[in-house]
Structure formats: C-alpha cells, structure tokens
C-alpha cells in the first residue's frame, strides 16, 4: 500500500481517423460487451517519481478481448 487515493484517468486522442476498410472491424469492436476494468497495484512508496522501478507496478485483472485483424491503410 503507498496510502494514495484512487484517481481518474483521462486519455485524450489528437489524431483519430476511421478508414473505409476499417468500418466492418470496428462495427465488430462496438458490438462487444467490455470486460471489466483491471486496475494498477503501486507495490511499495517512493520519495521521488524518478525512484519508482518497473516491478514496482503491477496490473491486476487484465483480461484482454481477442484481438481483431485489420489491414493496414497507406
């Protein structure tokens, strides 16, 4: 425990297309029900945020869908 409250965290998307061979594969995406959300253990408190080390963060309940193929658009 590192005795921190739990936050909110936003996630803003600067440059998002859709191109027309995409639009049955995201059709399929919209149409799944989403598994619930996992959640980040921070293992041990750090003094600094450059102290922190990968194994110091571990992600809990990550259960991700399968992944859906896509051609890529040039």
Known sequence: MVGLERGEFVHTMGDM???LNHIEMLEKQLKRTPNPFPYLDIT????KIEDF?????????????SKIKM???V
């Open 44 to 47: 041990r408190k750090v003094d």
């Open 17 to 19: 297309h859709v191109y």
């Open 53 to 65: 080390k990968f194994d110091d963060f571990k992600l809990i309940g990550y259960n991700p869908q």
């Open 71 to 73: 051609k890529m658009a």
